[in-house]
């Protein structure tokens, strides 16, 4: 079975910085296109970045300058985030892509559970 789970995620201030990590099991994932959502209470959940196999980098609008996708031999894509804002708060996943729309969580089949990330002064 597939498993990936996100860790990283906690408590900071306007302007600080976290690195998430999402580390797959049960597939290998260095040929899959990965994706990080993001989702806040009462929120649909949106589409925050993409890394294809050969490292080629999407980021919506808001995060862009200040968030970069990575990914490594250990079977891990990473998140980091910086000049964080209230507006980022939210629980953020990872998930394997599938087929269809890169910006759409009904294309991707694979989902962790997620890690929460709180921005507050």
């Known amino acids: 079975q597939v498993q990936l789970v996100e860790t990283g995620g906690g408590w900071v201030q306007p302007g600080d910085s976290l690195r998430l990590s999402c580390t797959a099991s049960g597939r290998r994932i260095s040929t899959d296109i990965m994706g990080w959502f993001r989702q806040a209470p009462g929120m649909e959940r949106e589409f925050v970045a993409y890394i294809t196999g050969s490292n080629y980098t999407f980021y919506t609008d808001s995060v862009k300058g200040r968030f970069t996708c990575n990914r490594d031999d250990s079977n891990t894509v990473y998140l980091q985030m910086k000049s964080l804002t209230p507006d980022d708060s939210a629980v953020y996943y990872c998930?394997?892509?599938?087929?269809?729309?890169?910006?759409?969580?009904?294309?991707?089949?694979?989902w962790g559970q997620g890690t929460q990330v709180t921005v507050s002064s």
């Open positions: 998930a394997v892509y599938r087929n269809g729309n890169l910006f759409r969580y009904d294309s991707y089949n694979y």
